[in-house]
């Protein structure tokens, strides 16, 4: 349907309308793990809402290149990406697609071996989502400190990798804030740390968490 869509937008001149196409066809690639597709789509998206001057798609599609630049390896590109998303967010104030980019920051910076600013960036994504946001959505600010706190408490990274799958069947809109092998990476780290009962009770918990226990519970500080 979104290649008819496309092909329709292209043979009558419907700019706004192959953006749109683009950015479902590019997130689909992503998804498909087809990189190189998902990055030509989107780097076209990009080009074609620059054009139409439409901040918001601007704004979206830099978060999704970010996104495929950095699944690429080209880290120094994806952060150039989510900087410029997250000026054209902040300017128009959309306080959950500024939650969506700081959280993907925070998983760039853990790959840069930056954990103090990926934990900033992490806690400011879910402070917005538990302010303004839709909290359902925080998932990948959860999986993302759940990760750091691997290196610490075993225990309460599984508490919040549970509370991160309960919200993940909940809202399949959170796949566009982390790669669903970082989860599991992690998940599979804190399982060969912890005793299966402990891990068990632990994972329990975190999913029996409502959203914004979950964010409060990740926000807290053991000091």
Known sequence: MCEESLRIGREIGDRWNIVQAL????????????????????REE??????????????????????????CGNLGQAGAHYAE??????????????????????????????????RRSFQDSLALYAQHGDPALAAGGLVGLAGLES???????????????????ASAATAVAFDQTIYERHLAAVHAQLSAATFERAWAAGRALSADQAIAEALRSDD
Not at 27 to 36: D, E, P, T
Not at 50 to 66: N, T
């Open 46 to 71: 990009v080009q074609l809402a620059r054009q139409l001057g439409d901040r918001m798609s601007i704004a979206g599609a830099l978060s999704e290149l970010g996104s495929i630049e950095q699944r």
């Open 151 to 169: 290196e610490r408490r075993s225990d309460r990274a599984a508490l919040l990798l549970g509370s991160a799958a309960a919200l993940f069947e």
């Open 23 to 42: 950015s479902a066809l590019g997130a689909l690639a992503l998804r498909q793990g087809n990189l190189a597709r998902a990055q030509t789509l989107v």
């Open 85 to 118: 998303s997250l000026t054209i967010l902040r300017d128009m104030g959309s306080l959950p697609g500024i939650a969506i980019v700081l959280s993907k920051q925070g998983f760039l910076a853990q790959q840069q071996g930056d954990p103090e600013r990926a």
